[in-house]
């Protein structure tokens, strides 16, 4: 048997779980790790910029691939320096392993150099975590930490790896190393229960006015094909959450887009006067809900998802079904009979018809035109990563995505500078796709010196900064929700990014005129070494709708002022819905939506 | 229908969490408690017959869903083996109480009696005090405090609730 050192070994456990990037930066109490990793040929590891960034790049990698993402850092200030992209990582069940050095076990709880309690820290933000204690338990630890990380709901697990466990030498066989160890206490339920599965099939053929509300868990599980199946058959409507998106092609005619806050007019009303909703791998955010005694209060509840604390944690639920979303739903199949369109698709086709997702094509670089541009542009094909804020809710409103993992934005959390360095990421797991990080001028702010990175691994990330100049979102609440008082949201200070792209070796372009979007677009794209920086200049009083206040039902939904000049210019040719004579089909459902 | 998860009527529940007896799972489980809001009447813990697994007793108050939620998390917590809520009354709690109590010479035979009553024993006696120790459900120790009050209890620890279902039923 050969003999290690903890840090040896711990790559060896690394390489044999499939990590192809390692995310990190290094520091005191991981030095072995490092001196390690300096001829370990297998894994490439990325240097950061800052410990944030390296949680973002494991957290955007994993969301492209399925795949377990991993961050490694230094102790102290390091360790929490990765503590918001685990937090992310853990409000979006994504599977990340977080490595950090500590110091050693012999100086632990007597405040050493550069020691925090990453442990205590991390614990409510992590799946789980581990402090490493002897050199031995790495190989259990880190198989455990990876297992628990992908399967079940997925979620990050931080192991804390203190400089004398990874300096350790012991013997150790790698071939002994076990992948997906049994946890006696730690058994995820997969497979639904067979009776509550019938049971739902019987609710979709009684219902009258059934919704699909679909979310993260099916894009984890991978169930697009059985969620476009269900909906088919049964002509059942869809909706995703911002997580979602991608469960269903967004341009298939049974997608109603997102629900929520900023959701489309037509998927809300469809969610508030269904009698049925199948919630698929969501959990019923205020997001999604707001006022909870208003949300879908005339539909008995099917919630198919993989954890059981979901289930009726936040509404009341008759149908529950624990288990892996794709797999519930391949069974259910097998019940679910062919489902005329009715009525009620008629309706919601109206509601579409009436009000659209739409913004003026005046001429003027609306950020809304901007982003309906890189969907045109890049023929729907890109992976879009985001930042947090309008420009996160106009690209999730106009970018349709056609397939899971291409939509990745910080939902849970909402992390502002989450998209440079998910975006990079995404570019590492996927060399040869075009992926666009659409990010706010203030979001971009929070994580730019990432863009370094992005430099030195010649990825051609392109970054269309949606720059109004201002901390958008929250201006936009303040001038709906606190009088027009503006406090401290002006963004007119801010570097030249033009500029700012020049400094860092990557390209940047300005755009201005409505005209120069596709041009542009089309020369990032035609780059494949380099980062590019679009910063597109769009107005900056303008605001996301529609838009259910916070705590708040479809009652209090606010339209734009315009849409009924702007009705005219959609085009409803090509619906597969005809929509003569539907002011009655209106009047026979529980309720009128609020303005008709 | 869909509606408010959040309301219904409080009840005091036991829960039983065996969990692998490794540190830091105090840690978890009150972290879990204080992070999503729930209250924690008493909790006791201590290893089972089985070294590598332990025993944790809490009594937490809440309407049904509430108690589900925190059921349902703490077994989510990976070093959770396994949860049993004893709902109300169908499993035999016990706790343990050392009472120290003013004991003046006029009154000891008095307390001595109730404590008789109690099946308390005095276990050390000062002159001016007696330590007695009880054990039983929370409602008799309740009510033996209740009586020592009067005579000035000048220091009470209890142990929480510990508790185990009746039969050959186990956790
Ligand atoms: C780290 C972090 N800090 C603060 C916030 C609160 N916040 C939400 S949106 C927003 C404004 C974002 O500005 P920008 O990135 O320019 O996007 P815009 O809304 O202008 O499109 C702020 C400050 C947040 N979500 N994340
Ligand atoms: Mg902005």
């Not at chain 1, 963004?491 to 940047?508: H, W």
């Not at chain 2, 998860?5 to 065996?18: D, P």
């Amino acid at each position: 048997m050969p003999r290690m050192s903890g840090a040896q070994i711990l790559l060896e456990c690394l390489r044999q779980e499939g990590v192809e990037y390692i995310f990190g930066y290094p520091g005191g109490a991981v030095l072995p790790i490092y001196d390690a990793l300096y001829d370990f040929r297998d894994i490439k590891h990325i240097l950061v910029r800052h410990e944030q960034g390296a949680a973002h790049m494991a957290d955007g990698y994993a969301r492209a691939t399925g795949k377990v993402g991993v961050c490694l850092a230094t102790s102290g200030p390091a360790a929490t320096n990765l503590v918001t992209g685990i937090a992310t990582a853990q409000m979006d069940s994504i599977p990340m392993v977080a490595l950090t050095g500590q110091v050693r076990t012999t100086n632990i709880g007597k405040d050493a150099f550069q020691e925090t309690d990453a442990i205590g820290i991390t614990m409510p933000i992590t799946k789980h975590n581990y402090l490493l204690k002897r050199t031995e338990d790495i190989p259990r630890v880190i198989a455990e930490a990876f297992y628990i990380a992908r399967s079940g709901r997925p979620g990050p697990v931080l192991v804390d790896i203190p400089l004398d466990v990874s300096l350790g030498k012991i013997e150790w066989d790698p071939s002994q190393y076990e992948k997906d160890p049994d946890i006696p206490s730690y058994r995820p339920t997969y497979k639904g229960h067979e009776m509550q599965i019938r049971k739902a099939a019987q609710a979709i053929r009684e219902a009258k006015r059934p919704i699909l509300y679909v979310g993260g868990g099916a894009v984890q599980s991978g169930a697009q094909e059985e969620v476009t199946e269900l909906s088919e058959r049964t002509n059942i409507l869809v909706t995703t959450t911002l997580m979602g998106k991608g469960a269903i092609d967004e341009t298939h005619p049974n997608s109603l887009g997102m629900l929520g806050m900023h959701g489309t007019a037509y998927a809300n009303y469809a969610v508030h006067n269904c009698d049925l909703l199948i919630a698929v791998g969501a959990r019923f955010d205020d997001r999604v809900t707001g006022k909870l005694d208003q949300f879908a209060k005339y539909a008995k509840v099917i919630h198919i998802d993989i954890d059981p604390a979901e289930i009726g944690k936040v509404v009341h639920c008759d149908i529950p079904i624990v288990g892996d979303v794709k797999t519930v739903l391949r069974e259910l199949l097998k019940y679910v009979e062919p489902r005329p369109a009715t009525e009620w698709n008629r309706q919601i086709m109206e509601w579409k018809r009436k009000f659209p997702l739409v913004y003026p094509k005046d001429g003027q670089m609306h950020a809304e035109f901007v982003i309906d541009e890189i969907w045109r542009v890049t023929e729907g094909n890109a992976i879009i990563t985001t930042g947090v804020g309008q420009h996160q809710m106009w690209a999730a409103q106009y970018y349709k995505v056609k397939r899971p993992r291409q939509f990745i934005t910080s939902g849970g959390l909402g992390t502002m500078g989450y998209g440079l360095p998910a975006a990079i990421g995404v570019q590492l797991a996927l060399p040869n796709e075009t992926v666009v990080c659409i990010d706010g001028d203030g979001s971009f702010q929070m994580t730019v010196q990432e863009l370094m990175t992005a430099v030195v691994y010649e990825l051609p990330v392109i970054v269309a900064i949606i720059n109004n100049r201002s901390l958008g979102m929250v201006r936009q609440w303040q001038e709906l929700f606190w009088s027009e008082r503006y406090s401290e949201v002006d963004l007119q200070a801010s570097p030249d990014f033009v500029k700012l792209a020049d400094a860092y070796g990557a390209i940047g372009m300005r755009v201005t005129e409505p005209e120069d979007v596709e041009p542009a677009m089309r020369e990032a794209m035609s780059q494949r070494k380099k980062p590019v920086i679009i910063d597109f200049v769009v107005p900056t009083e303008e605001n996301v709708y529609p838009m259910i206040p916070s705590g708040q039902s479809i009652e209090q939904m606010m339209l734009r002022k315009d849409l009924e000049q702007l009705r005219a210019t959609v085009d409803t040719d090509g619906e597969e819905w005809s929509f003569a004579d539907q002011e009655q089909i209106l009047r026979q459902f529980v309720e009128q939506p609020a303005r008709q | 229908m869909a509606g408010n998860a959040q309301n219904g009527r409080e009840h005091q529940h036991t829960i039983t969490a065996l969990v692998q007896n490794h540190p830091g799972v105090l840690a978890r489980v009150a972290g879990l408690f204080a992070r999503r809001g729930y209250n924690i009447e008493s909790l006791a813990v201590s290893v089972t017959e089985n070294p590598d697994i332990s025993r944790m007793t809490i009594v937490a108050r809440g309407d049904d869903r509430v108690l589900e939620q925190i059921t349902k998390q703490l077994n989510k917590l990976i070093e959770v083996i396994r949860v049993v809520d004893y709902v109300e009354h169908s499993a035999i709690e016990r706790e343990l109480a050392l009472i120290k109590v003013n004991a003046e010479p006029k009154n000891r035979s008095e307390i001595l009696q109730l404590a008789e009553v109690f099946r308390g024993r005095v276990i050390d006696v000062s002159e001016k005090t007696f330590l007695i120790e009880l054990t039983g459900g929370p409602e008799k120790i309740d009510a033996f405090a209740r009586l020592m009050a009067p005579y000035g209890i000048r220091e009470m620890a209890r142990t929480g609730v510990i508790a185990m279902a009746r039969g050959t039923k186990t956790a």
